[in-house]
């Protein structure tokens, strides 16, 4: 079956460190994002990439880094820099532009806690 | 900026009933509008999208209708079931990315 595989499910940091965290969709879509969920809150975008070997700062990029060297992967990286890490972490992709036809394909999520 | 508001509330309502759900926004004309499931500690399930152009779209037991003078978008889940608790996500498209309400938490009691 098609699908976005996201790991570990649960991740815990201590102060300091960094972590990273894996995205992996075999429907090859082109697009793929990156969000954050807390408590209360909409999603909110971390970085987004249209294509291989590209990607932009989405609103809340400051302290997280990615890579997109495979059409299949996006692995997201929370740095030290980030001070406020502890959230749940949200991997997406689509087929098209912000999912304009048949929108987004999402993971099931890695909850990240600082210890 | 742009801002989404979808029920502040929770929604508790008997099985069989219909669930209303709304969706405002501001300060944007989006081209469609997008309603996702999300069940907890899960990612969003994508159900339906709406353009700009559609007054209403219909999928199984779910209605959606877009009013772009409004600026609202309403969501309806007719003989509602306690399978259909969860929580429900408005997106909107504004150019580079899809931006998403808070949800709103829909339980459907026996």
């Known amino acids: 079956d098609g699908g976005i595989t996201q790991s570990p499910k649960y991740l815990f940091r201590k102060e300091g460190q960094n972590v990273t965290l894996s995205c992996e969709q075999n429907l090859n879509h082109d697009a793929m994002y990156w969000y954050r969920q807390d408590p209360g809150q909409g999603l909110r975008l971390i970085y987004y990439s249209q294509i291989v070997n590209d990607f932009q700062k989405g609103d809340i990029a400051e302290g997280y880094s990615v890579s997109r060297e495979k059409k299949e992967s996006f692995p997201l990286t929370v740095t030290s820099a980030q001070k406020n890490p502890t959230a749940f972490y949200l991997c997406?992709?689509?087929?098209?532009?912000?999912?304009?036809?048949?929108?987004?394909?999402f993971g099931s999520g890695t909850r990240l806690t600082v210890v | 900026s742009q801002k989404i508001e979808q029920n502040s509330e929770a929604l508790n309502i008997q099985e069989g009933k219909t669930a209303t759900l709304t969706c405002n926004y501001t300060n944007y004309s989006p081209a469609y509008l997008q309603w996702y499931r999300q069940d907890p500690g899960r990612g969003p399930v994508f159900l339906l999208l709406?353009?700009?152009?559609?007054k209403e779209k219909r999928k199984e037991r779910l209605k959606v209708t877009f009013d772009t003078t409004l600026k609202q978008s309403l969501f309806h889940i007719t003989a509602s079931q306690p399978a259909d608790s969860a929580t429900y996500l408005c997106?909107?498209?504004?150019?580079?990315?899809?931006?998403f309400g808070a949800g709103t938490t829909v339980t459907v009691r026996a």
């Open positions: 997406a992709s689509s087929i098209d532009r912000q999912g304009a036809n048949y929108g987004y394909t």
């Open positions: 997106a909107l498209d504004i150019g580079y990315k899809l931006s």
């Open positions: 709406i353009r700009e152009n559609e």
